[in-house]
């Protein structure tokens, strides 16, 4: 504890070092979208790394190549895997920023740049606090390692392939991860899981040509309904998935998750703002279920008849892109059969194509790293953090629960208005600063479990 203790006084009386940390970082456009800057922005954090300490390498892939961090070796200390992205979003038009995207301008309370958030100073934070241990210590109290992605925001494909490649290197006790938000209300959040993803698109093929639709309705076959039908053959109007087998694999919660997600507040301005006035079907499903605990069919297009002009025809061609958002443990493969399946009985003239997948991923909230965790936030907020058993959206976190095959609990450091992806991003000047002690404390705490 006295080792922490002169940790968080040190990092308390370093707000300098650390804004100018980030503004060098942020300085930096490293935007994978457009192959700009990446490599710099790995050498450069290799670099400070380096001087802090730590052994760095960088791990090639087919694209971008990642950065591995490593502190000191603690014997018999657990092996924490830090995860994070040194990559960021195209900045977009620069008249849509109140201040230059790539640097870092302090105003309001707030911490304005490109990267601030997403995701430069979430795991500059680690890093931050690693540094103060090692200064001074010697070493951070458990054996830690940074893997920065630098495609997370074109979609991390080559990650996989690299944790499968390394994963000796990458032998840990437990992943965290620090990306996106904090819950709405602001308090601080753990992470226990991401729903994953299945892209596919139904093309239905009628006639050649769009055939008019007087002199042709009743004889010409209409792609239009043919997908109509199709669709209302795998989602019912009580809102139940009617594909066979569809929830097969699903997990029902644990009580630890049933209460974690009663206790998660309801934004009700956010959904009036949005206009959610109606909920999907089924009608009784509290808010969070929805989003931890269900898989979803959702058609988010729908395209028949020719584009710009309402013409009375028989449409040549119909098209629906749709996705579904899997819970554990349903997997990609299965699902897309499972679909595959249902539209060669129903509509064997329609063509269906997978076009994405990403897996879902959970870690157990019974796990020995939750409490050290969770004494570590409330140590620095002075208040009990959420627990989100499942993220509605979908990131890459089953590659470390299930090809390393450790538990990985997300703790966001940014605010919920972040604007990451969007212009005039920022983290809040509060929680920037304490985002390092936040992450020496965690360090320092879950030292105290038995690994082996
Ligand atoms: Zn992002």
Same mark, same amino acid.
């Given at each position: ?8 006084? *040190?990092? *308390? ?42 052994? #760095? ?5 087919? $694209? ?15 092996? /924490?895997?830090? +995860? ?12 849509? @920023? ?13 911490? +304005? ?11 500059? %934070? ?28 074109? $979609? ?20 965290? @991860? ?19 993803? /299945? ?16 002199? @042709? ?16 053959? !795998? ?19 644990? $009580? ?36 931890? %605990?269900?898989?979803?069919? #959702?058609?988010?297009?729908?395209? #028949? ?47 269906? #194509? ?29 208040? *009990? ?5 499942? !993220?509605?959206?979908?990131?890459? *976190? ?33 929680? +920037? ?20």
């Amino acid at each position: 504890m006295a080792d922490l203790q002169s940790v968080l006084i *040190d990092l *308390d009386g370093r707000h300098d070092v650390h804004l100018a940390e980030l503004d060098r970082y942020v300085s930096i456009p490293s935007v994978s979208s457009e192959d700009r800057g990446v490599r710099e922005a790995a050498d450069h954090i290799r670099g400070r790394a380096a001087a802090w300490g730590l052994e #760095t390498r960088l791990l090639e892939t087919g $694209g971008q190549p990642a950065v591995l961090l490593r502190g000191p070796q603690v014997d018999g200390a657990p092996r /924490v895997l830090i +995860y994070g992205h040194y990559d960021v979003q195209p900045a977009g038009s620069a008249d849509d @920023w109140l201040f230059e995207p790539f640097k870092t301008t302090v105003h309001g309370g707030r911490i +304005y740049g490109r990267g601030t958030a997403d995701n430069k100073g979430q795991h500059l %934070a680690h890093l931050l606090a690693i540094e103060s241990w090692i200064r001074l210590h010697g070493s951070a109290p458990c054996n830690v390692t940074l893997l920065l992605d630098g495609e997370e925001e074109v $979609g991390s494909p080559n990650l996989a392939d690299l944790v499968r490649r390394n994963a000796g290197l990458l032998a840990c006790d437990l992943v965290v @991860w620090s990306d996106g938000p904090v819950h709405e209300s602001g308090r601080a959040t753990m992470n226990f899981g991401v729903r994953g993803i /299945v892209q596919f698109e139904l093309i239905a093929q009628g006639a050649a040509v769009d055939l008019h639709s007087g002199n @042709w309705g009743g004889v010409g076959r209409n792609p239009a309904w043919e997908l109509v039908h199709l669709l209302a053959s !795998m989602k019912n109007d009580r809102g139940l998935i009617t594909i066979d087998g569809f929830t097969d694999e699903v997990i029902p919660l644990s $009580g630890a998750e049933a209460r974690a997600l009663e206790a998660l507040p309801v934004d009700d301005e956010q959904l009036a703002a949005l206009s959610i006035g109606l909920w999907d079907e089924p009608a009784e499903r509290p808010f969070y279920d929805r989003l931890a %605990a269900h898989p979803t069919l #959702t058609i988010s297009r729908f395209e #028949t008849g020719s584009s710009g002009a309402d013409r009375a025809v028989i449409p040549a061609t119909a098209r629906a892109v749709c996705d579904v958002r899997l819970v554990d443990a349903m997997t990609a493969d299965t699902t897309f059969g499972r679909i595959a399946d249902h539209v060669r009985r129903h509509a064997p003239n329609v063509r269906c #194509t997978l076009r994405g997948a990403m897996e879902p991923s959970r870690t157990d909230l019974d796990s020995a790293f939750v409490e050290p965790i969770r004494r570590a936030l409330r140590l620095v907020h002075n208040e *009990d953090p959420y627990l989100v058993p499942a !993220m509605g959206g979908s990131l890459p *976190d089953y590659v470390f629960t299930k090809i390393l095959g450790v538990p990985s609990i997300g703790v966001p450091f940014a605010n919920a208005d972040e604007a990451n992806h969007a212009p005039n991003e920022n983290i809040e000047l509060h929680r +920037y600063l304490a985002a390092p002690k936040i992450a020496a404390a965690l360090l320092s705490e879950l030292s105290k479990v038995r690994v082996r």
